[in-house]
Antibody, heavy 118, light 113 residues
Framework: EVQLVESGGGLVQPGRSLKLSCAAS????????MAWVRQAPTKGLEWVAS????????HYGDSVKGRFTISRDNAKSTLYLQMDSLRSEDTATYYC???????????WGQGVMVTVSS | DIVMTQTPSSQAVSAGEKVTMSCKSS????????????LAWYQQKPGQSPKLLIS???TRESGVPDRFIGSGSGTDFTLTISSVQAEDLAVYYC?????????FGAGTKLELK
């Protein structure tokens, strides 16, 4: 059974950093591109970033480019999102998602909440 | 960026009704080389993560009931639920994966009449 379990969320002050993790199991992690998608409270879905199966290619949404870094450790079957210079508008539930094909998200984690507030 | 516009934003339905919802993109999602439309539909129930229903505009995921039907091409797409069940009450999102940044529509919320 495919499982994606996010961790690392919480309350953080504006301008500070936070690193999210997503532990994957139930499939060969190194065979799949992975992504982060977020959802602000009561809002819709926003793609944040994607990373290729080997980790060499990354893509970012305009609102996080230059501030967030997606990475992966295939030996640990873990996806990461380093979030720097956080803003109040980054407040959201962050989902880890597996890409069945490029940017088609066939499995999602349960999500982790990030709140940016002073 | 490709803008995805979903209508209606909400819809009140009764069990057994046929429901249609629209998704329009600001540019064509049809890739000429493979004749595929880069459009997916997701369902999100309250308090849950999104679930992939349909990819390539009309290809239903394994295990998705056949009452969910995706159609359309180019810039105009439709998700039809042929006979709505109580468990279908959710928000439905379309997503384009034709080009980065990948973008979602604002969603159509199905509510009980």
């Amino acid at each position: 059974e495919v499982q994606l379990v996010e961790s690392g969320g919480g309350l953080v002050q504006p301008g500070r950093s936070l690193k999210l993790s997503c532990a994957a199991s139930g499939f060969t992690f190194s065979d799949y591109n992975m992504a982060w998608v977020r959802q602000a409270p009561t809002k819709g879905l926003e793609w944040v970033a994607s990373i290729s199966y080997g980790g060499s290619n990354t893509h970012y949404g305009d609102s996080v480019k230059g501030r967030f870094t997606i990475s992966r450790d295939n030996a640990k079957s873990t996806l990461y999102l380093q979030m720097d210079s956080l803003r109040s508008e980054d407040t959201a539930t962050y989902y880890c998602a597996r890409e069945a094909t490029v940017a088609v998200f066939d499995y999602w984690g349960q999500g982790v909440m990030v709140t940016v507030s002073s | 960026d490709i803008v995805m516009t979903q209508t209606p934003s909400s819809q009140a339905v009764s069990a057994g009704e046929k429901v249609t919802m629209s998704c329009k993109s600001s540019q064509s999602l049809l890739y000429s080389e493979n004749k595929k439309n880069y459009l997916a539909w997701y369902q999100q129930k309250p308090g849950q993560s999104p679930k992939l229903l349909i990819s390539w505009a009309s290809t239903r995921e394994s295990g998705v009931p056949d009452r969910f039907i995706g159609s359309g091409s180019g810039t105009d797409f439709t998700l039809t639920i042929s006979s709505v069940q109580a468990e279908d009450l959710a928000v439905y999102y379309c997503e384009q994966y034709y080009d980065t940044p990948y973008t979602f529509g604002a969603g159509t919320k199905l509510e009980l009449k």
